[in-house]
């Protein structure tokens, strides 16, 4: 099962180009490799996020944003044919949530969108965000920004949120694919990292209440 989800997302089909934000023969590198090792191994998820011993929590969370933004590429790019401005003219969580993309800049107000269009956007939000050296240094020794924080909940917030429109509107196609215990293992990776280190606010949680108690209990 763990080398089966390692193949399923290092498959080349993603939504945007992955990301490697992570330089080999850094300290990084090997948190990483570290944290994808455990992973694989199939060790339990809640032992799994937690930070290690005598490691930097800043070099262990943009480890982890860098690895769930390619999983989530990955998740994407299977049901993207499949959300399209037809079927999903707004991005939404069910009749209950939709979410609203602001930017600051195209969108200076709260506007809504086609799923497809706020999922690229979002992801290209996400993307500039890695790529930014002042906020994600890729030298060891340099350090974060003082608002490194609040970026990262910002960004896994906005990430948790394709979660809930592939979880409520594409999910068929992912247990058609034979992908849900895959994706079930990503979110719940995702959800104990969050959960470990506060950086998603529990009324974004919402959305995924019942699945978050049936499959992270």
């Avoid at 262990?60 to 049901?79: E, M, P, Q, S, T």
């Avoid at 939000?125 to 340099?142: K, R, Y």
């Avoid at 979110?187 to 998603?200: C, D």
């Amino acid at each position: 099962m763990a080398s089966s989800f390692s193949n399923f997302f290092s498959r080349d089909k993603t939504f945007k180009q992955k990301k490697k934000n992570i330089i080999e023969g850094t300290l990084r590198y090997d948190l990483h490799k570290r944290a994808n090792a455990s992973l694989n191994q199939g060790f339990n998820l809640r032992s799994v996020v937690k930070l290690p011993d005598s490691e930097d929590l800043n070099d262990w969370i943009a480890v982890h944003v860098v690895d769930f933004f390619n999983r989530i590429n990955v998740i994407y790019g299977i049901v993207n044919e499949y959300c399209t401005p037809e079927t999903c003219p707004t991005m939404s969580g069910g009749q209950k949530y939709e979410y609203k993309w602001c930017d600051g800049v195209k969108y200076k107000k709260p506007t809504s969108l086609p799923a497809p269009t706020y999922i690229s956007y979002l992801m290209d939000w996400v993307e500039s965000q890695i790529n930014n050296e002042n906020i994600f240094p890729v030298e060891v020794g340099v350090a974060f920004p003082k608002n490194y924080n609040s970026i990262v909940k910002k960004i896994l917030t906005r990430l948790f949120r394709v979660f809930v429109h592939v979880y409520i509107h594409h999910f068929d196609v992912l247990t058609d694919m034979g992908a849900e215990p895959h994706i079930n293992t990503c979110y719940k990776h995702f959800y104990y990292f969050v959960a470990e280190f506060n950086l998603v606010e529990k009324k974004e949680l919402e959305p995924l209440k019942e699945l978050t108690c049936r499959i992270c209990s």
